[in-house]
């Protein structure tokens, strides 16, 4: 929905603003990142097409087959086999475009064109666009994971002995743990965005030179 819609453009901008730097940067210059806005606004409107369509696709994907009915035959397993299927297409979209920003605005295609190109460049670097994306994607859940060593620590502690639950300190500790985590992955989440952003414009770089590039 438009949503959706909203949550793709804002992160689409901001990945185009950090891509941009990052190429900057690859290539010898020394960018702020008041460069990296000024070509995102730049390029806002194919941006904006890109939102479009990835909404459309999320929404797609995300439809629920049982609201169809699609099993009229009864087929045995039929809505799981449709829905591994469902998944296995994603994650192949999610890789073919996974360089549709930095086409768009370090080379000024439309949308449905950076598509395209950006297919072309993943069949250049398919290997390094899998290894990258799994291994940014492992390095920052074992990061949030780590919160729950502190979190089941206490939890164990209020289990084992039930009258810390009465004691003013130890609700302190507990809450602040709480909250503290829900800061610490939203902190996660946006340093993820901005190294997978970086990322990016690195092997968008590599695909087309084929020399992989140094910050």
Not at 7 to 22: E, M, R, W
Not at 38 to 45: I, L, P, W
Not at 129 to 139: D, E, K, R
Request: net charge positive.
């Amino acid at each position: 929905g438009f949503a959706a819609f909203l949550f793709f453009y804002s992160v689409f901008f901001f990945d185009a603003a950090i891509i941009t730097c990052a190429h900057m940067r690859i290539n010898g210059e020394s960018p702020t990142f008041q460069d990296g806005l000024r070509n995102a606004r730049k390029h806002s409107a194919k941006l904006m097409k890109w939102a479009l369509i990835k909404a459309g696709f999320g929404f797609i994907f995300g439809v629920n087959l049982k609201t169809f009915k699609l099993n009229v035959l009864r087929i045995p397993y039929l809505e799981e086999i449709i829905g591994l299927a469902r998944m296995t297409v994603n994650a192949v979209w999610e890789l073919i475009t996974f360089l549709v920003v930095p086409v768009i605005i370090l080379e000024d295609r439309d949308a449905v064109d950076a598509i395209k190109r950006s297919f072309e460049l993943f069949k250049k670097s398919w290997a390094e666009n899998v290894i990258g994306q799994v291994s940014i994607s492992l390095i920052f859940i074992i990061l949030a994971l780590l919160w729950f060593i502190p979190f089941g620590f206490m939890t164990f502690l209020l289990i084992s002995n039930p009258t810390l639950a009465v004691s003013n300190s130890f609700d302190a500790i507990y809450y602040f743990l709480i909250f503290g985590g829900v800061l610490y992955w939203i902190l996660l989440v946006i340093m993820s965005s901005a190294v997978t952003a970086i990322y990016r414009a690195v092997l968008y770089n590599y695909a087309k030179t084929g020399n992989m590039p140094e910050l």
